[in-house]
């Protein structure tokens, strides 16, 4: 049975700072991997989404990477800011649908 | 940017009651999803749904759930008789390709919390 795992489970960084969320997956046989955002009491919003064939996506400050052998996958955040602060989680797509992980859950202080 | 809307953002209900939750996939979307997070946990798959039937579901999905696409828009989860546990934010998805072919980005819509008292 897949299990997404993701580490730090919250996190608090001044505004300006580089960081790095991590998710790791039990099952590597999976077809992709989507990072999403989520807001307080909102709905999930796609940010990057990563094939099972692809390394890397980027989409402007946000970088995700995909390690399928070892089961991990990073989202990368540039120079945070404020309106960065959300919770952000990790979901695999495989035999199974969606499976997500409990989230990070991110602050960044002005 | 297309988007999925659910309808109503917020429902309270008494224990044993019927409930619809409501949806409008995204207009050329083919796959539609219930998903549910109890607060505090992990958003947990209820239900998918692909040519007028279930495609598949989870051991939550039981016989007091049910989904229907009335009409060529709308997309619905009925609980017949709700129970405390029930209480959670219920999602709807839907996306383009089927699950598993690999490029099938789900959209989601915002949510319906539902408070069962």
């Known amino acids: 049975k897949q299990e997404v795992t993701q580490i730090p489970a919250a996190l608090s960084v001044p505004e300006g700072e580089n960081l790095v969320l991590n998710c790791s997956f039990t099952?590597?046989?999976?077809?992709?991997l989507q990072w999403f955002r989520q807001d307080p009491g909102k709905g999930l919003t796609s940010l990057l989404l990563?094939?099972?064939?692809?390394r890397e996506q980027t989409s402007g400050r946000l970088n995700a990477s995909l390690d399928k052998s070892s089961g991990r996958s990073t989202l990368y955040i540039a120079a945070s800011q404020p309106g960065d602060s959300a919770t952000y989680l990790c979901a695999v797509s495989g035999n199974t649908p969606l499976v997500f992980g409990k989230g990070t859950r991110l602050s960044v202080i002005a | 940017e297309p988007e999925v809307t659910q309808t109503p953002s917020h429902q309270v209900t008494q224990m044993g009651q019927e409930v619809i939750l409501r949806c409008v996939p995204i207009?050329?979307?083919?796959?539609f999803y219930w998903y549910r997070q109890i607060l505090g946990q992990k958003v947990e798959f209820l239900v998918s749904?692909?040519?007028?039937?279930?495609?598949?579901k989870s051991e939550i999905f039981d016989d007091q759930f049910s989904v229907e696409r009335p009409d060529g828009s709308n997309f619905t989860l009925k609980i017949r008789s709700t129970k405390l546990e029930d209480s959670a934010m219920y999602f709807c998805a839907s996306s383009q390709f089927r699950s598993g072919t690999g490029g099938e980005k789900l959209f989601f819509g915002s949510g319906t919390q539902l408070s069962v008292l």
């Open positions: 990563i094939q099972s064939s692809q």
């Open positions: 207009s050329n979307h083919l796959y």
């Open positions: 099952d590597s046989a999976i077809y992709n």
């Open positions: 749904f692909y040519n007028n039937e279930i495609s598949e």
